[in-house]
């Protein structure tokens, strides 16, 4: 299983650097480089922090554009590149939320709990990272420095929601790498832990 993951994370990476690069090539398009280009990140961090944090989620994938360019911008904001290794972590941790949340269903249950569906538990921590970096409207009680860690957060989390929320939208396959392309990475690592979709 770790092969697995680790060529699912490799394929990964290259997606988001592609999606990262188109992403950047249209900012460029509206403003060159430098703090023109700056407000334009920062114009589509604020956006799409508040689109992802005002909806809920769906089934159709709405949230799958706004989260890519939450998270292109978030990186670009820092300065940070998605490798291998931070899909790698991320794959993991949805893998092991979801066989650890149909092992402890019946458990919760008893009890008369529920237990969240592994995407809204990421959506929940995501939208509290965008509230305290400060990026969707609200206010943040935060200095600039723990902003900046909010928002690091924010793509952890963001991260952690997209590979999850791919496996909950009912979206037919296609030649495209979308959300049910990341789904199809992800139904083999589930298969191999003992989850199923």
Same mark, same amino acid.
């Given at each position: 299983?770790?092969?697995?993951? $680790?060529? !699912?994370?490799?394929? /990964?990476?290259?997606?988001?650097?592609? %999606?990262?690069?188109l992403i950047d090539a249209s900012w460029s398009s509206i403003a060159p480089e430098g703090p023109?280009?700056?407000a334009v990140v920062l114009d589509a961090l604020r956006r799409n922090g508040r689109v992802i944090s005002q909806n809920e989620l769906d089934r159709e994938g709405k949230l799958y554009t706004p989260l890519c360019y939450f998270l +292109?911008? +978030?990186? @670009?904001? /820092?300065?940070?590149?998605?490798?291998?290794?931070?899909?790698? !972590?991320?794959?993991?941790?949805?893998?092991?939320?979801?066989?650890? @949340?149909?092992?402890?269903?019946?458990?919760? !249950? *008893?009890?008369? &709990?529920?237990?969240?569906?592994?995407a809204a538990l990421f959506k929940q921590e995501l939208d509290e990272a965008i509230t305290q *970096?400060?990026?969707? =409207?609200? =206010?943040?009680?935060?200095? $600039?420095?723990? @902003?900046? %860690?909010? /928002? =690091? /957060? *924010?793509?952890?989390? =963001?991260?952690?929601?997209? &590979?999850?929320?791919?496996?909950?939208?009912?979206?037919?396959?296609?030649n495209r790498k979308d959300l049910a392309w990341i789904a199809s990475l992800m139904a083999p690592l589930l298969a191999a832990s003992g989850t199923s979709r």
């Open positions: 299983m770790e092969s697995d993951i $680790k060529a !699912a994370a490799e394929q /990964l990476r290259d997606w988001f650097d592609n %999606v990262s690069r023109h280009r700056d +292109a911008a +978030a990186c @670009r904001k /820092l300065g940070v590149s998605l490798g291998v290794g931070h899909w790698r !972590a991320a794959l993991d941790n949805v893998v092991h939320l979801q066989d650890g @949340r149909m092992s402890s269903s019946p458990e919760f !249950a *008893a009890i008369g &709990l529920e237990i969240d569906r592994p *970096a400060g990026i969707a =409207g609200g =206010g943040s009680y935060l200095d $600039k420095e723990n @902003r900046q %860690v909010a /928002l =690091g /957060l *924010a793509i952890n989390w =963001g991260m952690r929601l997209l &590979l999850a929320y791919a496996l909950e939208c009912s979206i037919s396959s296609s």
